[in-house]
């Protein structure tokens, strides 16, 4: 799977094999915690921020909608204002980068939120916001911006949600990233229920 440049590579090794006399099969996992779908929560860039076990699974599961978005290398105020938010606090954005997810190789021209959109959504009392590339901002962008604007607002990031084959629209959102004690971050099976 895709990895984002210098992060640690997902990796399974066999520990214990039946094939080798083991009484059962039992893998050794070794990635990042930023790898596949996860979450972004604000201690991924805040002193003191809430850890992934901390997150209320009240922000994580809930109704929401998946945002058409593509067609666009940014998604910026302009587009999120033309967008049917309506009341929705929990936002997926479907890009144009659904194929590049299933490649193994980065694609460093990935569309992504720019800031007036993220401060937009911080206004919308968005409390939970996805998109489905392994970053939400632009690639390389200094000091982060966005991720900053939404985690010190208290809005959840989720990245590298598969959302190729979802038709925009509202859902019912289930986003359960695995409760990891005082990690910065987990991956997460994000599942959408019409
Ligand atoms: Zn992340």
Request: proline letters at 10%; hydrophobic letters at 40%.
């Given at each position: 799977?895709?990895?984002?440049?210098?992060?640690?590579?997902?990796?399974?090794?066999?520990?214990?094999?039946?094939?080798?006399?083991?009484?059962?099969?039992?893998?050794?996992?070794?990635?990042?915690?930023?790898?596949?779908?996860?979450?972004?929560?604000?201690?991924?860039?805040l002193?003191?921020?809430?850890?992934?076990?901390?997150?209320?699974?009240?922000?994580?599961?809930?109704?929401?909608?998946?945002?058409?978005?593509?067609?666009?290398s940014?998604?910026?105020?302009?587009?999120?204002?033309?967008?049917?938010?309506?009341?929705?606090?929990?936002?997926?954005?479907?890009?144009?980068?659904?194929?590049?997810?299933?490649?193994?190789?980065?694609?460093?021209?990935?569309?992504?939120?720019?800031?007036?959109?993220?401060?937009?959504?911080?206004?919308?009392?968005?409390?939970?916001?996805?998109?489905?590339?392994?970053?939400?901002?632009?690639?390389?962008?200094?000091?982060?911006?966005?991720?900053?604007?939404?985690?010190?607002?208290?809005?959840?990031?989720?990245?590298?949600a598969?959302?190729?084959?979802?038709?925009?629209?509202?859902?019912?959102?289930?986003?359960?990233?695995?409760?990891?004690?005082?990690?910065?971050?987990?991956?997460?099976?994000?599942?959408?229920?019409?």
């Amino acid at each position: 799977m895709v990895t984002f440049p210098g992060d640690p590579p997902f990796e399974m090794q066999p520990y214990f094999q039946r094939s080798k006399g083991d009484p059962f099969d039992l893998a050794l996992l070794s990635m990042g915690t930023h790898l596949g779908t996860h979450v972004d929560p604000p201690a991924h860039y805040l002193d003191g921020g809430a850890t992934v076990d901390e997150i209320p699974l009240e922000a994580l599961v809930g109704p929401g909608v998946v945002l058409d978005m593509r067609g666009k290398s940014q998604v910026d105020r302009q587009a999120l204002e033309e967008a049917p938010i309506e009341d929705h606090t929990r936002v997926l954005l479907k890009t144009d980068n659904g194929p590049l997810l299933l490649d193994p190789s980065f694609h460093e021209d990935y569309a992504h939120l720019t800031e007036d959109g993220a401060r937009y959504l911080v206004e919308r009392k968005v409390c939970l916001v996805g998109i489905d590339y392994l970053s939400i901002e632009r690639y390389k962008n200094p000091g982060a911006p966005v991720h900053h604007i939404l985690l010190e607002s208290g809005v959840l990031v989720v990245e590298g949600a598969h959302l190729l084959e979802v038709p925009p629209g509202p859902y019912e959102i289930f986003c359960l990233p695995l409760r990891i004690k005082g990690a910065d971050g987990a991956p997460a099976r994000l599942i959408l229920r019409r």
